[in-house]
C-alpha cells in the first residue's frame, strides 16, 4: 500500500498543511508500527522555492529534488507526506503559486482546460497555467505519484470560499479501489460523502486520478473552524481509518 499526504495545495487554506504537519509528527511511530518496510518520508519542497520551510514544517529535512524523486523500490508500504505542495502560496496567504497557477487546475489531465489569467479584470483564482504541468509544484507532485507507484492520495484542502460554494465534505475520484475505505472514513469522521463536488474540476489531482491508476480523495474541513479545532476534532479518525487500509492490504 502506497499512500500520499497532500496538504497545502491551496496556500489560503492553511489549516490543511497545519493538520498534515502536525499528523505525521504525531503518529510517526504508529504509522512505522503497522506498514511493512516502512517508508515514511515528510517532504518538504520549500527549498527549492528559495524559502526557509515555513512554520507549518518545523521539523522537515530539507531536500533537494534529486532527492525528492528517489524511491525505494524495495518498499512495499510506503506512507509519503507533502504538508505544504504550494510554499509561495502559503507564504503569501493564496490560492495559487507565485506565477498565479491554481495547482489544483494544472495537473496533466485529459480535460485540463485554458483559462485566462484574468477574468472581467480580476485575477482568475482558477488559473491553469500556460499548459498541463507547467509548474514545478505538478511536476514533483505527478513524478512521486509515478515513481512510488501511488494507489492513494488523500488531499487536505479547506472550503475556503472562491466562487463555487462547497460543504466541508470527504469527496472520492477513482475507480472504485478505495470507495469504501473513503465512505467509513467519512462516517468516522462525521462528514458527508460524495462523488461529485458540484462544479467542473478540469486539471485537478481528481481528474487525473480517474485516469491514472490510483485513488484520490479530496478532504475538504470546514475553512471557519481554526487549525487547532480541525486537527482536534479529526486526527483521530483519520489515524483509525489509515490503520485499516494498511491492515487491510496486508
Ligand atoms: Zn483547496
Known amino acids: 500500500m502506497k499512500l500520499l ?8 487554506e492553511k ?4 493538520f498534515l504537519d502536525c499528523f505525521f509528527d504525531d503518529y510517526k511511530e504508529h504509522f512505522t508500527a503497522f506498514t511493512n518496510t516502512p517508508l515514511l ?3 518538504s519542497i520549500s527549498k527549492l522555492f528559495g524559502l526557509e520551510a515555513s512554520d507549518y514544517e518545523h521539523n522537515c529535512k530539507s531536500i533537494e529534488k534529486n532527492q525528492i524523486l528517489e524511491s525505494n523500490q524495495e518498499a512495499t508500504d510506503e506512507i509519503i507526506a507533502i504538508p505544504v505542495l504550494n510554499p509561495t502560496g502559503l507564504k503569501n496567504l493564496s490560492r495559487t503559486n507565485s506565477n498565479k497557477v491554481d495547482l489544483n487546475r494544472n495537473m496533466p489531465s ?3 482546460e485554458y483559462g485566462k489569467l484574468k477574468v472581467d479584470g480580476e485575477a482568475n483564482p482558477y488559473y491553469p497555467g500556460e499548459f498541463p504541468k507547467s509548474e514545478l509544484e505538478t511536476q514533483i507532485l505527478t513524478q512521486i505519484i509515478e515513481d512510488h507507484t501511488i494507489d492513494l492520495v488523500v488531499s487536505f484542502h479547506t472550503n475556503h470560499f472562491v466562487k463555487n460554494k462547497n460543504d466541508a465534505q470527504i469527496n472520492y475520484d477513482g475507480k472504485g479501489k478505495h470507495k469504501t475505505w473513503a465512505e467509513n ?10 462523488e461529485d463536488i458540484g462544479y467542473p474540476t478540469p486539471g485537478s489531482l481528481g481528474s487525473y486520478a480517474k485516469e491514472q491508476n490510483f485513488d484520490c480523495i479530496t478532504v475538504e474541513f ?6 487547532e479545532q480541525i486537527y482536534e476534532s479529526y486526527k483521530n479518525s483519520f489515524f483509525e481509518s489509515i490503520k485499516k487500509l494498511f491492515e487491510k492490504d496486508a
Open 41 to 43: 518520508e515528510k517532504l
Open 110 to 112: 485529459k480535460n485540463w
Open 5 to 12: 499526504l497532500l496538504a497545502g495545495t491551496h496556500g489560503v
Open 222 to 227: 470546514e475553512d471557519s473552524d481554526s487549525e
Open 15 to 18: 489549516q490543511s498543511s497545519y
Open 185 to 194: 472514513l467519512a462516517k468516522l469522521s462525521n462528514l458527508p460523502f460524495t
